[in-house]
């Protein structure tokens, strides 16, 4: 009992048409959204205290992640660099390519079960989901806004004021009520259905390129790629640089040691997120191991599993990084990826 | 005015007629009032103006002052008799620009003699990791870190001359909660003994602070510009934070 079965569950209650009082056209929710944490995940770190997730307010956020009217020149929404086809990453892009053709410093992350995480970026500055997407609102590279603009802007557009008293009581808009509706949608995303999922609920099986690739992977990777998030949430150096011009967990910390470290990534829809790393320098997971097989640097704050008997990286054969792709294949949830209720139509 | 008058004098009468009714002179603690904090912008000594006043640190560097603004919180009250009131949810924030940000009725506190007040000079460590806040704490004010998350707790922003930033600019966000560089800091003050904060149903009275915006250069370790004149948190903040935190605040006087 201590884990909930299944992760959203949507009771469709299609045919049901939402009474609507309103004059203005607005889309009806006609699933019921709810967060239930899967058999085999740890307990949530979010937990919607102070923010029930209710059809209104996962429909209202939505709809603000898809507008692009949010950004400084009108033409990025969230969802412009968190595509759902990308795992809510951006595909192809190295670094986000935000308002005024600028770009970003970092690859943009995916977005999926962000309510295990207890610090967000790719060096973890942001400490609480819910005012995570400040971040790129106000970046000048990314939506290059800010909160008052956004939210006179809500208060004045039709049907932002409705929407935001169907989902919280009041038609009043402030930030706390928009970052509010933002978290009910992206904390809302679960992937927990891949085929791994399913093989670890012996609903089905690995082929054996796949399941030796899972032996391999749970031999070299999984020491900082923990199951079943796939990510220890620690910081580390991965070897990428001798010398790294991106100084990641430091700018937080302030610390000598944190230099040059990041973020473990969730591994999970892996195929489909490419670019990898930090900066989004691999375009292929092929090129990930081959990283990982010869191009590990002696970085000065380089992971101790990176070093072992004083060889650096883990040498892998070509028959085995096969493998272990066959295996990283398994982790793409094809239901997530192409579940209506996350995408913008 | 003569009616006006009189009926202020019967009211004072049958007033104290009626708490002299009560046993001895105990304050209904049942009893909940208002007080007013009223916080007063100073550059040692002289006036806090904005923009266009030049002040001197103890370096002899000149300066001026475009923003000015500092959160207060987890006000408690501290009884005659040493009980302790926390004032809840009490998170105020003074912008210098905004003259009426500067006086905030605090309500319900429960009637009685308090002889001293404490609060935090920023906001506390939960609510720095807590989600989306609102009210003083909306981080639309302009004193929310998004990169590196958290509440700015005192800004000051200006130039001088002796700055070697681009544009002389003077930068000192201090925030930070995470140690070595946490920069919560509290601040008690005891009221004079003869006159309490004496909260009732039927009064309002003000408590009026000083607060110094010089005293984050002086005070544990003198600042000079040409050294230090950009700080978001880190060691610099608390080096900044150690100097105001005996000095920003300064209790001046009560009007019962």
């Known amino acids: ?345 | 005015m003569n009616t006006k008058n009189i009926s202020i004098a019967l009211f004072a009468i049958l007033t104290i007629a009626f708490t002299s009714c009560k046993k001895d002179e105990t304050v209904n603690t049942a009893e909940k009032g208002t007080f007013a904090l009223e916080f007063e912008n100073q550059v040692n000594g002289a006036p806090l103006v904005l923009n266009n006043q030049n002040y001197t640190n103890l370096n002899g560097e000149s300066f001026n002052i475009s923003t000015f603004k500092y959160y207060v919180s987890n006000i408690k009250l501290t009884k005659t008799d040493g009980s302790i009131y926390a004032i809840p949810e009490s998170y105020i924030l003074m912008d210098a620009a905004k003259p009426s940000s500067l006086l905030n009725n605090l309500k319900d506190i429960p009637a009685g003699d308090y002889a001293k007040i404490s609060f935090t000079i920023g906001v506390d460590k939960e609510r720095n990791l807590a989600g989306a806040q609102t009210g003083a704490l909306d981080p639309a004010l302009g004193m929310f870190w998004t990169w590196n998350s958290g509440y700015i707790f005192v800004k000051f922003e200006g130039t001088s001359p002796q700055s070697t930033a681009t544009d002389k600019s003077l930068t000192f966000h201090i925030g930070g909660i995470v140690d070595p560089n946490n920069t919560i800091r509290t601040f008690s003050s005891d009221f004079s003994t003869g006159n309490p904060l004496r909260i009732r149903a039927d009064k309002n009275p003000q408590v009026h602070f000083v607060v110094n915006a010089g005293s984050l250069f002086k005070g544990k370790q003198k600042i000079s510009f040409a050294n230090l004149n950009f700080t978001m948190g880190g060691a610099n903040s608390v080096i900044v934070a150690d100097n105001y935190v005996n000095g920003l605040f300064e209790f001046e006087h009560i009007h019962n």
């Not at chain 1, 509706?181 to 085929?195: E, G, P």
């Open chain 1, 1 to 345: 009992m201590r884990h909930l079965k299944i992760y959203l569950i949507l009771i469709a209650s299609m045919g049901m048409l939402y009474a609507c009082s309103k004059t203005e056209i607005v889309k009806p929710q006609t699933e019921e959204i709810r967060f239930v944490v899967p058999s085999n995940f740890p307990d949530a770190v979010y937990k919607f205290d102070g923010n029930i997730l209710t059809n209104n307010g996962f429909a209202l956020g939505k709809k603000l992640f898809y507008d692009a009217r949010l950004s400084a020149d009108k033409s990025i929404s969230c969802g412009s660099c968190h595509q759902q086809f990308a795992g809510f990453a951006n595909l192809d892009h190295k670094v986000s390519h935000g308002v005024n053709n600028c770009l970003g410093k970092r690859n943009a992350p995916v977005l999926f079960n962000l309510a295990w995480q207890r610090e967000f970026f790719w060096d973890g500055g942001a400490k609480n989901l819910e005012i995570v997407p400040i971040n790129a609102i106000t970046d000048i590279c990314e939506m290059g806004s800010d909160l008052n603009t956004i939210v006179t802007f809500l208060n004045n557009t039709a049907p932002y004021p409705s929407l935001f008293k169907d989902a919280f009581g009041s038609a009043t808009i402030n930030s706390q009520n928009l970052l509010k509706a933002l978290t009910q949608f992206t904390a809302a995303m679960v992937s927990a259905n891949s085929k791994y999922d399913k093989v670890m609920r012996k609903e089905t099986v690995f082929n054996p390129e796949e399941q030796q690739g899972y032996q391999l992977f749970k031999d070299k990777c999984a020491n900082c790629h923990t199951e079943p998030l796939f990510t220890n949430l620690n910081y580390i150096n991965n070897g990428l640089d001798l010398n790294s011009v991106d100084e990641g967990r430091k700018t937080i910390t302030g610390l000598v040691s944190d230099k040059a470290k990041f973020r473990v990534p969730t591994l999970r829809n892996i195929e489909l997120s490419s670019p990898y790393m930090h900066d989004g320098r691999f375009n292929t997971l092929e090129k990930v191991l081959e990283h990982y097989n010869v191009g590990v640097q002696a970085n000065e704050n380089l992971d101790v599993s990176l070093s072992k008997d004083s060889q650096l990286g883990i040498p892998l054969s070509n028959i085995q990084k096969q493998q272990i792709i066959s295996f990283l294949k398994t982790l793409t949830d094809d239901e997530f990826i192409k579940n209506k209720i996350f995408s913008e139509n």
